[in-house]
Each structure stands twice: as C-alpha cells, then as structure tokens.
C-alpha cells in the first residue's frame, strides 16, 4: 500500500522560510514523479511543484518564481520542498502526491496523496 506522510508545516512570519518533508513508501520510485499541491481556505487546489525520481528533474508553478525549491533524497525515499521568502498569501495546506508516466500539473492526474501539512504566515 503506497502512503505519503508530510510533515515540517508550521506558523512563520512573512519573510520566513521552512523545509517540508514527504516520506513516501510502498512502491518502486523508479519513472514516477512527485508534486506538491497547495490548497488555501476557500481556494480549489493549486499545483505547486514536481519532480522526476529518477533524473531529479524540477517543474515549478509560475507564482513559485525562484523562492521554492523541491528535491528529493533517494535514500530516505523523501521528497522536499523549501519555501523560502514566504508570504500570507502561501498560507494553505500543502500535499504531496505521486503519479507515473509524466509530469503533470493537474492534480485529477496524481494517484496517491498524503494527508498534508499547514503552513501559515502571518504578516
């Protein structure tokens, strides 16, 4: 059974940073990409970032704009995603989900999510 566990939320204020983590398990990494998803009170989930697995490949969301970074340590089977410069308006719960075939930024496409973690900025 494949599970996706995040943790590293918390509350910062604007101009912060911090790191989350997704623990995955339960299934061969090899061809399968990560993403992490955000989802705001009101707002419909939105794509944040995505990796390859195996060739670490990155993909951002245009509102990233450099101040996050996603990777992936193959021998924790952990993917990351360093928020950086944060702002109130990344306030939301963050996810982490996982697909095969391609990369995508639709989240309909991903099989498997976590539960997720909070972040909140205060201003």
């Known amino acids: 059974q494949v599970q996706l566990v995040e943790s590293g939320g918390g509350l910062v204020q604007a101009g912060g940073s911090l790191r989350l983590s997704c623990v995955v398990s339960?299934?061969?990494?090899?061809?399968?990409?990560m993403g992490w998803f955000r989802q705001a009170p009101g707002k419909e989930r939105e794509f944040v970032a995505a990796?390859?697995?195996?060739?670490?490949?990155?993909y951002y969301a245009d509102f990233v704009k450099g101040r996050f970074t996603i990777s992936r340590d193959k021998a924790k089977n952990t993917v990351y995603l360093n928020l950086n410069s944060l702002r109130p308006e990344d306030t939301a719960v963050y996810s982490c989900?996982?697909?095969?075939?391609?990369?995508?930024?639709?989240?309909?496409?991903?099989?498997?999510w976590g539960r997720g973690t909070q972040v909140t900025v205060s201003s």
């Open positions: 990796i390859n697995w195996t060739f670490g490949v990155t």
């Open positions: 989900a996982t697909r095969g075939n391609s990369a995508s930024s639709r989240d309909s496409d991903y099989d498997y």
């Open positions: 339960g299934r061969s990494f090899s061809g399968y990409y």
